[in-house]
C-alpha cells in the first residue's frame, strides 16, 4: 500500500538522532512504500528559519518524492511573512509549519493572524505542532477565526490527542495527523470517529522517530483496508492535490 | 531472518483511568497470541490506581491462569511504610520482577520509600522496573540503583531522554532500558552501537499501546540477526527466567 507522510523532516536536531542524507531518506521511503514525503527544515524549527527553509527547498527541487513545508515563527513575523511570500506559492511547497514548542508564542495572537491572513492566497494548509491544552485551544479560536484555511494538527497533539480529535469533530477545516511517537491503540479509530473519514492524514515525524513505528500504529488500528489507505495516502492526495 | 522468540517486557491488563480503551486481559492475550510472543511480563492496573495488594493479587491469578503471562507485582509509596511489608510477601511467593509507577501515579523520585524499596529489591535480587519518562528521571533512579545494587529497566524512554539514558547506562551496568517508546530513527541502534545489546529489552506497552509499533521498530532495526534476537526475547530469559 503506497504512503504519503505528511509530517518528516530534514536536517539535524539537539537530540542524540543522526540527521540523513537525501539519499539516505529516500532510500529509506523506498524501503516502507512512501512514495511522498513532505519534509520541514529542523534547522528553520529551531530558529534558522532562512538557511532551514532554503536548504528544504534546494533539496526537494531536485527530488520528485520530496515536498517541503515552509517553516514560519510569530517572533520573527517580517521574516515569516517573506518566507511564505518566497516558498509557499512554489509547486513543490505544501504549505507551512508552525512549532509551538519552539516559538513559545500563544497559538491565537495579532501575530499568528497576520502569518495566517498571509496564507490564504495560496489556498494550502497550515501544519501546527502544539504543546498540549493551551494552545490546542488557541488553534481552535485560530482555526474559528479562519475557516477557510486547513490546519493540521502536528501528531494529533501528542499526548492530547483526544482533545486534538474532539476539536477536530466540530471544526471542520482541522486536519489530524495521526502518526509520530505517541502509539496509544485506541488513538487512530477515534480519529476517524470524530473527525470522519477525510480528514485523517499520515504523519512519520521522522527521523525523531522511525516510519515503521507509525506504519505499525495504522496497520493495528481497529479500521477497514478501505479507511487505513484513505489514511495512508488518499486523504493527503486530495488535501495537497498530489 | 528466521523469526526470534518474542519476549515482552511491558505489558498491563485491567482498565486504563484516564482513558476509555479496552485493556482487558482477554485482549491482551488476544494481541499476545497474534504476535507470538512466547512470554509477557505483565500486572494488573488495580495495583497501579487502586491498591496494589489486590492488584498484585490478580496479576499472580492471571499469570496462574495464562502461562505465557509472567506476573510482575506493583507497589505504591504513596501508601507508605505498609508497602515494604508486602514486597517480602511478594517475592516469597515468587514475583520475578517489581515495578513502579513514580509519573502515573504522582510521586517523587526522591521520595523515602522509594529508596526503601529499591534497597529491598536489591537484597531479594529481584529487578525493578521504573517509569522514567521525564528528563532527570534517569540519572536519579541510575544513582539509586548503583546505591542499592539493584538492577533496574528504566520504561518509556524516549528520544527526549535518550541521550541522558545513554550516559547513565554506560556508568552504571545494572541498568537497562524497555524500547515500546524508543521509536527514533536509530535511538536503539545508537544504544547497540555505544552500548551493547545485552541491557535493552523489546516492550510493547500493550495493550495500551499498539503492538506493531514498537515490534516492526525492532524487527525492521539496523542490527545484527544476534542483536536483535537478544534485545527481542534472550535478554529476558536471561534476566527473569533463568535463575
Redo the contacts between chains.
Sequence with gaps: MPIIDIHAHYGNWVWPVRAQALDEMRAQMKRFAITRACVASSVAIMGELAEGNAAVAEAVAECEDLRAWCVINPNFLELSLEQIQKYVRQDRCVGAKMHAAYHMQPLHSPLTEQLVKAMLRYDKPLLVQVRGEADLAGLDALAAQFPSCRMIIGNMAGPHWQIAARLARTRTNLVLDCGGPCADRDKIAYAMEQAGPNRVVFGTDQPLAHPVFSIGAVRDAALSPAQKDAILQGNAQRLFGL | MSEAAIRDINTVFGFWTS????VSLETLCGILDKHKVTRAATLSTVGVFVDSRRGNDRTWQAAQEHPQLLPVATFDPRGGIGCLGEMAERAEQGFRIFALFPETQGWSLDHACCAEVLRLAGETGIPVMAEAASPGAPTRIGRLAEQYGVRVILSQV???N??ET?MVMKSTPNVFVET??L?????IE?VVDEIGSDRLLFGS?????????????L??ADLTASDKAAVLGANFARLLEQT
Design positions: 482513558r476509555p480503551v479496552d524516549s528520544l527526549r535518550l541521550g545513554m515500546h517508546i521509536a527514533s530513527s536509530d535511538g545508537l506497552g500493550a495493550p495500551l499501546q499498539y503492538f506493531s509499533s514498537a515490534y516492526l521498530r524487527r525492521f
